[in-house]
């Protein structure tokens, strides 16, 4: 197969359509970047959003979560027509700056709920989020926040010292 494709050019029209005729991937992977992308447009058609777990493997036996990590871990040598295409679809080239900013959306849905950002430690949110755990690790990581982190918190009224 691979002696074809590297011949490709210098192969008689003939075995060429025959092989075309057959199916012939000439650039397989293409095809599975292809394939990838596909699988993410429908997860995020049914989910929503593209942050898909890297253990996510679809009905079909795709392994979407780690073609999505691969995704990020190429992000500067991914050609960008291809990152065009991911970012269109909401990708998230930072992950650990995604997670942050939905523990944030949950935080200000506290606030909008209960009037305060006073998070009791051991908070759990209906969907399972540890609210009150994220809390106190923002406290304790304080000097490691970046300000715009700093300035998104205070304007939720987050309570830095708790006595």
């Not at 192969?11 to 991937?25: C, H, I, Q, T, W």
């Not at 960008?80 to 200000?108: I, V």
């Not at 970046?146 to 987050?158: A, D, I």
């Amino acid at each position: 197969m691979t002696t074809q494709r590297q011949r490709r050019q210098k192969l008689p029209p003939d075995k060429l359509s025959r092989l075309e005729a057959l199916g012939f991937e000439w650039d397989p992977h293409q095809t599975f970047w292809e394939e990838g992308y596909r699988h993410l447009a429908e997860y995020v058609k049914s989910h929503g959003h593209c942050r898909v777990p890297s253990s996510h493997v679809d009905e079909d036996g795709f392994r979407l979560g780690q073609w999505t990590v691969v995704q990020r871990t190429k992000n500067h040598s991914l050609p960008a027509d291809r990152r065009s295409r991911l970012s269109a679809l909401g990708f998230e080239w930072d992950q650990k700056a995604a997670k942050w900013n939905d523990a944030l959306e949950q935080l200000s849905s506290f606030v909008d709920e209960c009037g305060h950002a006073q998070v009791p430690a051991a908070y759990v949110t209906t969907s399972g989020f540890r609210l009150g755990t994220w809390v106190s690790k923002q406290r304790e990581k304080v000097n490691r926040l970046s300000l715009e982190q700093r300035e998104r918190l205070n304007s939720l009224g987050f309570v830095w010292r708790i006595r």
